[in-house]
């Protein structure tokens, strides 16, 4: 009998566990993108793909080129994240995005 009242939270806390990874998963997804997008940006002028080319993230806007070794340029990169069970609380719906920044200055 216990054990039948008990499972229910058992399995939701669980569950919750496994999308909170995923968030967390996507984070570092955003952020890592970020870093790399603007390394790219500051060594070669071109921040790599700007819009969802078949990758898990998208760069909303592209950042500026680097005019002077005083600019910094700022990337801001989001990933949308499902969840596994989208329905497990309704209040937070069934997705949700993550964003990540990162910026480095020019080299240039």
């Known amino acids: 009998m216990e054990f039948a009242l008990v499972l229910p939270v058992l399995v939701a806390f669980i569950v919750g566990i496994v999308d909170l990874g995923q968030l967390l998963n996507a984070q570092l997804v955003a952020t890592d993108a970020a870093r790399e997008s603007a390394r790219s940006m500051v060594l070669t002028g071109d921040p790599g793909p700007t819009g969802n080319a078949g990758l898990p993230y998208t760069i909303p806007t592209a950042p500026a080129p680097c005019s002077d070794t005083n600019q910094t340029v700022v990337v801001q990169v989001q990933v949308q994240v ?20 990162a910026s480095m200055p020019c080299l240039q």
Request: glycine fraction near 10%; aromatic fraction near 20%; avoid cysteine.
């Open 82 to 101: 499902d969840y596994w069970i989208p329905s497990y609380l309704p209040v937070f719906g069934s997705s949700a995005t993550v964003t990540g920044e």
